[in-house]
């Protein structure tokens, strides 16, 4: 079984947890895990790895370093050639990659992924898919809302992701909806 290891480092949000396999080629992250109202990164990261210790790589440092950098408003596009997807379905796979390519500053609704899929009735499939999305930032899930504009869930809790959209410059109405013309 191949060595799985973690970090956690803080950021405006609390703590972030980094959990990755050790391969002989580069380093796979396998889950990013989200301080929230409800829970720490730290515990999650017990409950959810108990059998990973802490670890040093160069690469995961790095990213740990692009998450931070990410969450103060700058500007970082991430990749997903280092995450490891063999862990979720074919549809949420389908799911990931789309709502990777939400541009920064614009958002989309679980039903505009679905129909981009070509499934327009799999709307509630799509929220339940990036409800667990294992790469929460990197994949970026604050990006996705309701069709009615309002936000949804968010690992992080609906303030992180407001102060995400925010940090992004995605205006709110005055009832807290997301201004329609920032729709991807």
Wanted: proline share 7%; with cysteine.
């Amino acid at each position: 079984m191949p060595d799985i290891l973690h970090i956690l480092f803080p950021t405006p949000f609390g703590k972030i947890g980094l959990v990755w396999m050790e391969t002989a080629e580069k380093p796979k992250l396998c889950r990013v895990i989200l301080s929230s109202e409800k829970q720490k990164a730290e515990r999650l990261l017990g409950e959810s790895f108990p059998w990973s210790r802490p670890g040093l790589s160069v690469v995961m440092e790095a990213l740990a370093a692009r998450i931070s950098e990410f969450l103060r408003g700058e500007d970082v596009a991430f990749e997903m050639d280092r995450l490891q997807l063999d862990g979720c379905s074919l549809f949420q796979q389908q799911v990931l990659h789309i709502e990777h390519g939400v541009p920064r500053g614009r958002v989309t609704s679980y039903r505009r992924i679905a129909e981009k899929m070509s499934r327009p009735r799999s709307a509630r499939a799509v929220g339940r898919a990036l409800a667990g999305n294992p790469f929460p930032i990197l994949v970026p899930c604050h990006r996705a809302i309701r069709s009615d504009g309002t936000l949804g869930g968010f690992q992080g809790g609906q303030a992180m992701k407001r102060a995400l959209l925010t940090l992004e410059g995605i205006e709110f109405s005055s009832d807290g909806k997301v201004v329609s013309p920032s729709f991807f």
